[in-house]
């Protein structure tokens, strides 16, 4: 990765406020032709205090949506009794951390897609944006790659989510082996019940909804172009952030899911 494209990731992080660009912009950077083209579109956009009253408005309804859904277990008891007490305040800020950034950067890769798709017109239906709300199957990937030094936990959980990307959650918890395994056993069988997957469809309608009212999201077609990408390069880079507008709603849920059940305000 050129200097270039690590100093972009820096100024998406520091746009979202969050420890890293998240997934869309990190997998992207590897296409510096359309990357900084498209970040230069979005982030006036992203910066904005509307942008971040939007993510927090689908943060929101993520709880709202997954309360409704489900009963959660109460994690702070088992803390304690898995010796963690003394953690437990690392643990809830890297928590509260993930579910601030989770929003923000699912709210930022469906901007990014429609920019990539060419922009919407006013009232569009943001359903007929495919695959991005796609139903939640909770299918196992079977083309995952494995870093060595990723946990096998983190990789087992990674596999069951079909996440195309690193979840920064489970990452984030890795540091905590004991906990991670106790909730991760705890909320898989939550994730997969039919509410709970309707819940994840929802959160992805919402977040579809939002952001269909960002400003200035309408990629000028010949920018990429102009920096030398390909149609081939841009194809990639659309399928590429479908797939991760696609999973991310989950990510959005289980953030929530771990934040309640840590009773986090």
């Given at each position: ?251 959005v849920l289980l953030c929530s899911a771990y934040a309640l059940s840590l009773g986090l305000p």
């Amino acid at each position: 990765m050129d200097k270039a494209s690590q100093a972009m990731l820096l100024e998406v992080a520091g746009t979202l406020g969050s420890s890293g660009a998240g997934p869309l912009f990190t997998a992207l950077a590897r296409h510096p032709r359309v990357s900084k083209p498209l970040w230069e579109s979005l982030r006036a956009g992203a910066a904005s205090e509307e942008f971040r009253q939007r993510a927090g408005q689908l943060g929101r309804e993520s709880r709202d949506l997954l309360t409704q859904a489900c009963f959660l277990p109460d994690h702070i008891a088992n803390l304690v009794r898995l010796s963690l007490a003394d953690e437990t305040e690392a643990i809830m800020e890297s928590v509260a951390e993930q579910e601030r950034a989770a929003p923000r950067q699912a709210l930022l890769t469906q901007v990014a897609l429609r920019a990539l798709l060419g922009g919407l017109p006013s009232g569009h239906d943001p359903r007929s944006i495919p695959p991005a709300t796609a139903e939640l199957t909770l299918e196992e990937s079977e083309d995952w790659a494995e870093s060595p030094d990723t946990p096998p936990l983190v990789v087992e959980a990674e596999k069951a989510l079909g996440a195309p990307v690193p979840v920064a959650l489970l990452r984030a918890l890795a540091p905590w082996p004991g906990y991670l395994e106790y909730s991760w056993r705890k909320l898989l069988p939550l994730l997969r019940t039919p509410r709970v997957q309707e819940a994840g469809r929802q959160v992805g309608e919402v977040s579809a909804n939002l952001s269909l009212r960002f400003p200035g999201v309408a990629l000028d077609p010949g920018l990429p172009r102009t920096a030398g990408a390909t149609s081939e390069e841009l194809a990639e880079c659309r399928d590429l952030a479908a797939r991760i507008a696609a999973f991310q709603p989950l990510e959005v849920l289980l953030c929530s899911a771990y934040a309640l059940s840590l009773g986090l305000p």
